[in-house]
């Protein structure tokens, strides 16, 4: 009975006097808890169903908490089997002292049962004072209403707890189980007992380096099209596979190559350190294993969250490249009666117009090969072709082009063109290609969705002949579209003004009587567009902060382990003559020998998948390159120097230990 009596002071004696290994522990949960608050203090606020274009913002905060789900259950599960490692010996110790494996059951439960109390109150508590602070974020991300009022539900709070009851069941379950399959002398020596070198380590590094590059080939050989996701998921699986067979088999061969060289070898400042490698090859490489795929998380999570933010502009100019766009048909309205109804609305609520473009087009679906346009075909590539007059062209770009008989003028909104010549569905035509960009069509400057071109031919003449050949052709699906004229505008001018402007366009609209008309309102359009991207920066700042938070604490438990491993090697080599300040080189040649390496891979896993990345803001229609290289290329870089710096706070904990 006095057992018994016992165990919750050992539970809470145990928890402090390791506190070196449960505080970050501790912090690290007080984060997660606090991250999964906000995403569900959020999503379950009622005010959210009320502000408008939420929805899309809604929709991309469940996928985040769904993916935050998936990332938190592994993380915690990963930093408690490290505390039950650490903690093996003590457990040991008590079974000595006469307790059996259901008194060490119930003290490991009481233990966990402390650290998720202080975990869910920490967390809850952080996260009511933060969660307007951060709801304030979103809408401000999202360009939604900043005077909502945020409101505190005890869902959120109900479903937080839940959740981490879950996980930390999960966790005492996994603990208890490698109490009851250990014997008592295992315990003892558990947190020393070394690695058996792996086997077949020329086959494993081999085969490592062949599901890194298959990784990589899944990369460059993505598209974007409907099967970009399928890729992505593949890619990253193999990524993860191909690191942790390079770190395991790999370094294992290059630490016995470097054994052999025995000058090198056989130095204060690195025998210690690969020889400390060597005994806990699997470890280790387990470690930096995941160091490194953290490392590549943060990274690319950052690149995409900062170039998202700086390339909002560039995805409204492709989504919606006019704030008001009249479509008709010349029965029915003039290009001069459109044109003066837009300028007279602007000057009625006091707006300045930036641009005012009218012109005519007609698309066309079609397949392509080379120099070659016909009708679809499914074994053939698609493009998307834009027909305008030369008048309309020169209008649009202010220019002054001309053009001869059979002679067009193309536009090339992806890749160039390439071609002197195009064969339009059995009739070949002079191609006069430009780079001169138009508004109603950006510039993309690669493949997105299949291939899309403007062609300026010389007048209306030119125009129905062309159009006509798709009919003439037997065997070919190529319909043309239906010629609308189309008026765009831009203003400047207050928010305010532009949606009194476009309500009242829209109310004209509903009142024509005369032919077709239609208005598309880019502002509603845009507030869209950024509702949803502003949900994916919410997330991706949080999600940053994730992967930092778990990139942290693998460090620091990694320097922790390796610091109680080293403590009777360095002992022993400082009996026999080894100074502080050799002992202060070793540590700084560990950093150059064994944290740069995860560094440096993770540096060329994040440039592979920009390629991945510049694929996938395709979907959000964010198509500036530049912009992606620039952003890559700053993330990379400060990640480098904060990443130096995490590792030179990390390694006094380690060098404590040692000394």
Known sequence: MKKWKLLPGLAVKGVIKNGTV?????????????????????????????LPYSTYAWMMLML????????????????????????????????LLGMERKHLTVLLFLETLFVYVLSVLGGIILGSVLAKLFFLLLLRLSALPVEAEFTFTWRAVLETVLFFAAVSLFTFLHGAAGIFRTRPVELLSGSKKGEKEPRFQIPGALFGVLVTLLAYKTVFDTKLDSTIFDSFFLSVLLAVVGTYLLFTFAGVAVLKVVRRRKRFYYRPENFITISGMYYRMKKSAAGLANICIFSTMVVITLTCTVTLYAGL???????????????????????????????????????????????????????????RIFGIQQEKESCTLYFITLDDYNCLTGGNESLEERQILLYATGRKYGYDTMEFFGEEFTVKET??????????????????????VKDEQALEAMLELPGTVPGQNAVPSERLEKSGILLTGSEEDKAAFMKELKGWQQDFTEGFLT????????????????????????????????????????????????????????????????????????????????????????????????????????????????????????????????????????????S
């Open 22 to 50: 449960y505080y970050p522990y501790i912090v690290a949960c007080i984060f997660s808890v606090f991250t999964y608050f906000i995403f569900s203090s959020i999503l379950l606020n009622d005010i959210m169903a009320t």
């Open 435 to 456: 780079k001169v960009t138009m508004l109603p069509w950006p510039y993309v400057g690669r493949e997105y969705s299949g291939e899309s071109y403007v062609l300026a």
């Open 519 to 658: 208005v598309t309102d880019g502002l509603e359009g845009w507030q869209v567009i950024h509702s949803m991207d502003g949900g994916l920066l919410f997330i991706g700042i949080l999600f940053g902060l994730v992967f930092f938070m778990c990139l942290l604490l693998v460090m620091y438990y990694k320097q922790l382990s390796e610091g109680y491993e080293d403590q009777g090697s360095f002992s022993i080599m400082q009996k026999v003559g080894m100074s502080r300040q050799d002992i202060q080189r070793t540590v700084r040649r560990q950093m150059l020998m064994v944290f740069a390496l995860p560094l440096l891979a993770a540096l060329i896993h994040s440039a592979v998948g920009m390629c991945m990345v510049h694929q996938l803001m395709g979907i959000i229609q964010m198509f500036d390159t530049i912009l992606l290289v620039k952003c890559s290329a700053g993330v990379a870089l400060g990640f480098a120097g904060v990443y130096v710096i995490c590792y030179g706070l990390t390694s006094k904990a380690y060098y404590r230990l040692i």
């Open 313 to 371: 502009e560039g995805i409204r100019l492709f989504s919606y490249p006019y704030e008001a766009l009249l479509t008709y048909d010349s029965s029915g309205l003039s290009r001069e009666e459109a044109e003066a109804k837009l300028t007279e609305l602007s000057g009625k609520y006091g707006l300045t117009v930036s641009r005012l473009d009218t012109y005519a087009d007609q698309w066309l679906e079609c397949g392509q090969d080379g120099d």
């Open 64 to 95: 985040g908490k769904f993916l935050l789900v998936f990332i938190l259950i592994p993380f915690v599960y990963y930093a408690n089997s490290f505390l039950i490692k650490r903690r093996k010996k003590e457990t040991g110790l008590y079974t």
